[in-house]
Every structure is written in C-alpha cells, then in structure tokens.
C-alpha cells in the first residue's frame, strides 16, 4: 500500500511538471507572437518616408552673389568707348608709341563719356575688383544641394568610351561645351557615374540624370583629338540613372 502511494504520488508530480513545462513553452510562444505582432503594428503605424527628387535646371547650380555692378548700367557703345580708353592707357603705361588717329579717336570716346555722365576714371579703378567679383559668382556653388537627391537634363560628354557604351561623364548645359567651346564655370558642370553604361548616340547625348549630388571642387581630364584638358568641376554625382532626354511633364 505504501509502495503504491508513492507511485501515486510521482504520477501526480511527473504530470505537475509537464503541465507546468507545456505552460512556460506556450508563454513563450505567446510573447514570440505578441513580440511579431508588436512589429507589424509598428510598420504598419510608420509608413516610410518617400525621397523627395529636386528638378534642377543650370541657373539652379549658380549661387546668388549679389553686389552693385556698375558696368550693367553702360550701354554697348559706352562700354566700347570705355574699353578703348582703357587699352590706350595700358599701352601708354607701357611705353608704347599711341598713333595720332588713335589718339583722336581716345579723345572722340572720352568726350562721349564725359557727356554721359560716365565716369572713366573711377569705372577703370574698380575694373579688376569687378571682375574678380564676376569670377567668384561664375564659379560659386550652391552648398544647400549637397546630399539631396535631384533630377535635371543636360548634355552628356563622355570621358571614357567603350564601343559605344559610356558609364562616366561630363554633364554640360550646351552641345560643344569644352570641345568647340571654352569650358563653361565649374558650377555648370557636373561629373557623372552612371549606375550602368549607357549606349550614346553622339558625343553630346541629350540625356536626363537622377541621383543624389555632391558639392566640391574637382577636376578632370578630357581626351582631345590634339591632346588632353583637365577640366574643373564643383558638382558630381555617383550611381545615377540616365534617362534619353524628353521633355518633362
């Protein structure tokens, strides 16, 4: 009787155990399961945020520099006029002999300039500190586009070719740039990686590129048929779509 007591009681503890063990594996079940549906809540409640593409066009790449240019309120003769006062002046510093119909035709321009109102003097002493003014505005960058993701067309000039497949490239905002055509500024240049080659149909392929842009100085070297030029550039852009150019919607 004794022995079957025991027995009695080890069933009942052996079933205890197991019911207890078959109680910790369904928690766990349950917080495994609460843990997924949490997530799923989650995802569900935060909806992803959608990047935002800029549409771009070349004045967009060209940073304000705003200051009081007083050679954009002389008309075309007066800065004739004006131009060749100031290149008789450099020859006459120089030492250079100055024939008389020059010299009548210097005293027919400051005449003119004078009647104007313009004047000559103070427009030659500021010339070189306007015109390192224009050059910092040609090739200011616009530092706020930096890291965005942007959309804008252009004229795709190819560093490298491989058959007829191009991966990087100059984008230029006009047919002939840096071939026929002194460089444009840096700022209206952007190097380009294509995320995959491209068949190009000419040297200046119309083309719409998107990605995401970076802003800083930099150079490259583009192949001429008399040799080789390194061209300088403030924006670039890596693993970009290229698209055939048409026009936008």
Known sequence: MLMCYHQHD???MRSLFKNRFKG??????SIINFAFLLLFIVSVAVPSVAVQVKQLGWHDLVKKVEFEDPFDALTEDQLYD???VARVRQLQDAGRQVGEKTLDEIQGATLRLDKDGVDINELLARRTEIMKLRQQRANAVVEDLNGQT?????????????????KEFLLVP?????????PPPPNQIVYVEAMESFRSNSRFEPVWIEGVMRVGNTSKVLSLVD???????GYSMKSVKIEKYRKAP
């Open 82 to 84: 004006l131009g060749l």
């Open 150 to 166: 942007v959309r804008m067309p252009g004229y795709a000039l190819p560093l490298e070719f491989d058959g007829m497949k191009v």
């Open 24 to 29: 910790e594996i369904g928690m766990k079940k």
């Open 227 to 233: 040799g080789s030029s390194d061209i300088q550039i």
């Open 10 to 12: 080890i069933i009942i």
């Open 174 to 182: 006009w047919v002939g740039a840096c071939i026929h055509t002194p």
